[in-house]
């Protein structure tokens, strides 16, 4: 069975600060890899996700997430980051001709003002 | 903005009651799934399904059982509930391979 593993649990930092957060998957065939966020007291979103072609994707807010075949990784960054973006991401992967969708352990971001 | 509901939001209920967590998705969807995640906790996939009367358990065990008869329909049930069924559980849904699932907002059980 495939596993997803994100290496930050927690992660904090300030305004304008960059963020990068880590994932990676153990499953070798291929895969469709996603990003989702949760804000406090609302449901898991969609960020970012990637299918093929450009292993780096551009998502929603200013993130993006490059996805190396190699590593099997699927790290997501946002070059300055703001208050609001404070939240729990997750990094999901599906493999493609399975259709389960799996999801890392999660990683909390405080983002301080 | 998706479709996807669930109901209850909240409910807190006594050892030994049987539950229904109830979730519906008017986009006709295929793929639906049920995620349990406790506070803080990655999120666990416990069933899933592929369309009408097909469903499969997922990675985490669960002593629950879910039922697809209708395509925007995926409820849970728990037959006997246990203080160890404290959790959140949520549902998705997505149109096949190649696309995002879709969330609902959760249903946060407590089990006294």
């Known amino acids: 069975a495939q596993s997803v593993s994100q290496h930050n649990h927690h992660v904090i930092l300030s305004e304008a600060a960059s963020l990068e957060l880590g994932c990676n998957y153990s499953?070798?065939?291929?895969?469709?890899l996603f990003w989702y966020v949760q804000y406090p007291g609302q449901h898991l979103q969609l960020l970012l996700k990637?299918?093929?072609?450009?292993?780096l994707v551009k998502g929603i807010k200013g993130f993006e997430a490059e996805f190396i075949k190699s590593k099997f990784s699927f790290n997501l960054r946002k070059p300055s980051v703001q208050w609001s973006d404070t939240a729990e991401y997750f990094c999901?992967?599906?493999?493609?001709?399975?259709?389960?969708?799996?999801f890392g352990g999660g990683t909390r971001v405080l983002v301080k003002p | 903005e998706a479709d996807i509901y669930q109901t209850p939001r909240y409910l807190v209920i006594g050892t030994g009651k049987k539950i229904t967590l109830e979730c519906s998705q008017t986009?006709?969807?295929?793929?639906m799934y049920w995620y349990q995640q406790d506070p803080g906790m990655e999120l666990h996939l416990i069933h899933y399904?592929?369309?009408?009367?097909?469903?499969e358990k997922g990675d985490l065990s669960s002593e629950s059982t879910v039922s697809r008869i209708r395509t925007e329909h995926f409820p849970l049930t728990l037959e006997s509930a246990r203080p160890s069924h404290t959790s959140q559980y949520l549902c998705?849904?997505?149109?096949?391979?190649?696309?995002?699932?879709?969330f609902g907002q959760g249903t946060r059980l407590t089990v006294v």
């Open positions: 998705a849904s997505s149109e096949g391979v190649y696309t995002e699932a879709f």
């Open positions: 499953y070798g065939g291929t895969v469709n």
């Open positions: 990637y299918f093929s072609g450009d292993p």
């Open positions: 999901a992967v599906e493999e493609a001709a399975g259709n389960k969708l799996t």
């Open positions: 986009m006709g969807h295929d793929k």
């Open positions: 399904s592929y369309g009408v009367n097909s469903t």
